[in-house]
């Protein structure tokens, strides 16, 4: 079966002023630019169903096209030489893209000269469209946003066949529309619920400083597990952890957010951090829905020292990264191995007591900050930290932006994990 040219497929005639309209949309528009399509390099996707649309009809042309208020863009445009952005796209009015965003259906000329709808576009002779077939290529919320289309340059009758894989094609490009669309949700999910499991602010704490860097893995799109607080409890005493969550995705997250809200409710109960890890501990034994993922953690408790100005801190290690002191005996590592939690059926803990002084510098820290690669897969290690530590100036959040800095020194950027930073400064001036 075809399609005569003398019997064209698609709507009738319409109005220029009902296209204009209907192009100029509000809703469609900003559906358009909610694509993040137009002005972007070629991509291979959209590439590659143009190309097949091309060699299937054998077509010299082919376009995946996104249509905003004044121009056609082409998202792929295959036939055309044109690898700059700015190169691949015509005015609206001599896009036949316009008649299927004007009509919201498909339009297929045979002879684009001699048919009504079409003969008095220019492009039948800028661009020596002789015969053009588009299809709608739609959003999510079903506007129009371009067309998929094929051009050639002799006038043709389209078959059946052809109209088949057009309007399948089309419904692909439209789906790659959606698959984006539906990857940036679930990246900005992503990076909510990241940052719902980290405090907003570091909290004003009398006599202590506290500066905090946190760079999420990768783009900040996939959740991973590493969290850290500092929050206050009884008797003026402040506790500031760092953990991470063996695993990623939903599932770490749902435990991120259990063992810092458990953490938070056991230092209210019990004073001495191995107790409070302990209470994690049971509490992940207790969640049939772990499916054996592990949780390390540093806990410090801070109580104010009267008189002095410091602070008597009690840490606690659960087989996480060890925390670093930087005192008058220069940059040293606190360490207090102890015991995964949630996984091994006996728990050892120890708690460290430490004298912090005026002008003494803590910092903890999860093994996104260790194990980060830099030159020749080397991980940046404790002791690139502590020579970061030993030459950092200023108050902590300085002292945080520092340790930060070296960090993306050596690792660059992105990070194959996440990182967090704590650093508790006593003040100086206390």
Known sequence: MTVEPSTPAGPAALDAAVIDRRVRDRDRLAAVRATGLLDTPAEEPFD??????????????????????????????????????????????????????????????GDAASDP??????????????????????????????????VDTVPRTWTTHDVDVLRTLAEA??????????????????????????????????????????????????????????????????????????????????????ARHTLRAGAMREARPSRVLALLDEALQRDDSTDGRFVTALLVALDPAPGDGGFAATLCSAGH????????????????????????????????????????V????????????????????????????GGAGGDARAIAATLGGALRAFAGPRSDDDVAIVVLRVDPSA
């Open 173 to 258: 490009a439209s789906g790659e529309v959606a698959l984006r669309a539906a990857a940036e949700r679930s990246a900005m999910l992503a990076r909510t619920l990241q940052q719902a499991l980290l405090p907003p602010v570091a909290p004003h704490v009398p006599g202590l400083q506290v500066g905090t860097y946190y760079c999420a893995a990768g783009s900040g799109d996939e959740l991973i597990g590493d969290f850290y607080d500092v929050f206050e409890t009884r008797d003026r005493r402040w506790n500031a952890v760092v953990g991470d969550v063996c695993g990623k995705g939903v599932e770490a997250a749902r435990l991120t957010a259990l």
């Open 117 to 150: 709808r079409t003969r008095d576009n220019p492009a039948i002779t800028g661009m020596g469209v002789a015969a053009w077939a588009g299809f709608p290529v739609r959003a999510p919320g079903g506007e129009v946003l371009g067309s998929f289309c094929v």
């Open 362 to 389: 803590l910092v903890l820290c999860t093994d996104g900050v260790t194990e980060a690669r830099g030159p020749g897969r080397e991980q940046f290690g404790l002791g690139r930290l502590s020579a970061a530590l």
């Open 48 to 109: 590659r169903l143009a190309r097949l649309a091309a060699v299937t009809l054998g077509a010299p042309l082919a376009f995946v096209t996104v249509v905003d208020e004044r121009r056609s863009f082409w998202k792929a445009c295959i036939g055309v030489d044109a690898q700059d952005p700015a190169d691949r796209q015509n005015a609206l009015h001599e896009s036949f893209c316009q008649y299927v965003v004007g009509a919201g259906a498909e339009l297929v000329v």
């Open 321 to 360: 990264v060890p925390a670093l002191l930087r005192d008058d005996r220069g940059c040293r590592v606190i360490d207090a191995p102890g015991s995964l939690l949630g996984v091994l059926p006996e728990l050892v803990l120890r708690d460290v007591a430490l004298d912090l002084r005026p002008g003494d």
